[in-house]
């Protein structure tokens, strides 16, 4: 089972900042947070992943709480390509002791 | 960089038939994964490889489900028979490995399959 809980579905409207917000209160010291995004008919795309400092990229930002038991990743500037299911995803970084393990994920559509 | 090939894109199959589909990772990458994704539901690991050896196949339905990587580098999922709680989209991804183990999955853009 998934070690994470998101909103099902979340609204954005086009160039606000989407936040979408996880929790994940068992999660273990070596374990990563990561998240990927499903937009309709293609396959899961890889975003971000941390483990206790704030991450950013060219896709987005990801902010973890101190005690590690909550994450938000924010997209700074919305656009309706943004539109897909989030996952919100905790394992340990590399071998085979962490495949990706999704849960439903959260439904962000972005409005123009 | 070419990504994740895979065919078909879709398929529709009767129950009890068989079926077969087919992925090429991006060159380099050594790990393989094949999931299952019910709709409505997020992808579930059906079985990994590194290289030609299988790493993780305990949530692959063994009577029924098979695949294979046999050079390393393509892969090969098989469902015979299928029923009809098969209908899925069937993903592959791939990885590079580096000493610290796997990295960020990349997934092609799955088979459609549908079983009547």
């Known amino acids: 089972d998934a070690k994470t809980t998101q909103p099902p579905s979340m609204d954005c409207a086009e160039?606000?900042?989407?936040?979408?917000?996880?929790n994940h209160s068992t999660i273990s010291g070596n374990e990563?947070?990561?998240?990927?995004?499903?937009?309709?008919?293609?396959?899961?795309?890889?975003?971000?992943?941390?483990?206790?400092n704030n991450e950013t990229n060219e896709m987005a930002s990801l902010i973890i709480t101190e005690d590690r038991k909550?994450?938000?990743?924010?997209?700074?500037?919305?656009?309706?390509?943004?539109?897909?299911?989030?996952?919100?995803?905790?394992?340990?970084?590399?071998?085979?002791q962490g495949n990706l393990i999704f849960g439903k994920g959260t439904k962000l559509s972005v409005k123009p | 960089e070419a990504g994740v090939a895979q065919s078909p894109r879709y398929k529709i199959i009767e129950k009890r038939q068989s079926v077969a589909f087919w992925c090429n990772p991006i060159s380099g990458h050594a790990t393989l994964y094949w999931y299952q994704q019910i709709l409505g539901q997020g992808p579930k690991l059906l079985i990994q490889f590194q290289n030609n050896g299988v790493v993780d196949d305990s949530q692959l339905p063994k009577d029924r489900f098979s695949a294979e990587r046999l050079k390393g580098v393509d892969s090969t999922l098989k469902i015979q028979p299928a029923k009809l709680e098969d209908s899925a989209v069937y993903l592959c991804a791939s990885s590079y490995w580096t000493l610290l183990g796997d990295n960020e999955q990349f997934f092609g853009p799955g088979t459609r399959l549908t079983v009547l």
Do not use: E, F, M
């Open chain 1, 15 to 22: 160039g606000r900042a989407a936040n979408l917000p996880c």
């Open chain 1, 32 to 52: 990563y947070v990561y998240w990927y995004r499903q937009i309709h008919s293609q396959g899961p795309q890889y975003i971000i992943h941390g483990l206790k």
């Open chain 1, 70 to 96: 909550s994450s938000t990743l924010i997209l700074p500037h919305a656009t309706l390509r943004d539109t897909a299911v989030y996952y919100c995803i905790v394992r340990v970084y590399g071998g085979s």
